[in-house]
């Protein structure tokens, strides 16, 4: 699958990071939803089945965090890929509780455009 009109749904409390990932994306063909929280972004993915890759922020307010959420939607929405970045935390993509790719913040826009296509390509 191509990643140009791939929709992503980008899970990030904090505003201006959240529009500054969303219009890099945007910019590179992709079609980008936005939540702030786990609670809002559950709420889009019901009901966008279009969506083929969730990038979330680790710790947010609400229900859950962005490690939560991505269990849930590796549950409930298996071919969705996951990108989860955190400027607090370190971890490795094999020790996070999905298959997935962790981005340690400030991140690059273009290793996270190269890791989604990849994972795109992949499915």
Do not use: C
């Not at 201006?16 to 890099?24: F, G």
């Not at 229900?63 to 370190?90: F, N, T, Y």
């Not at 996270?112 to 994972?119: D, P």
């Amino acid at each position: 699958m191509t990643h140009k009109g791939a929709t992503v749904i980008v899970v990030e409390d904090e505003t201006i990071v959240r529009m500054d990932i969303a219009m890099s994306l945007e910019d590179e063909g992709f079609i980008v939803l936005e939540a702030s929280n786990a609670d809002d972004a559950i709420e889009i993915l019901n009901a966008h089945p279009e969506i083929r890759l969730m990038f979330t922020d680790i710790d947010m307010p609400g229900s859950m965090d962005g490690l939560k959420l991505a269990e849930a939607v590796r549950d409930r929405w298996p071919p969705v890929k996951i990108i989860v970045a955190s400027g607090h935390r370190q971890l490795r993509d094999d020790l996070l509780p999905v298959e997935g790719k962790f981005f340690s913040k400030p991140y690059d826009h273009a290793s996270i455009v190269s890791a989604m296509r990849e994972m795109l390509v992949a499915s």
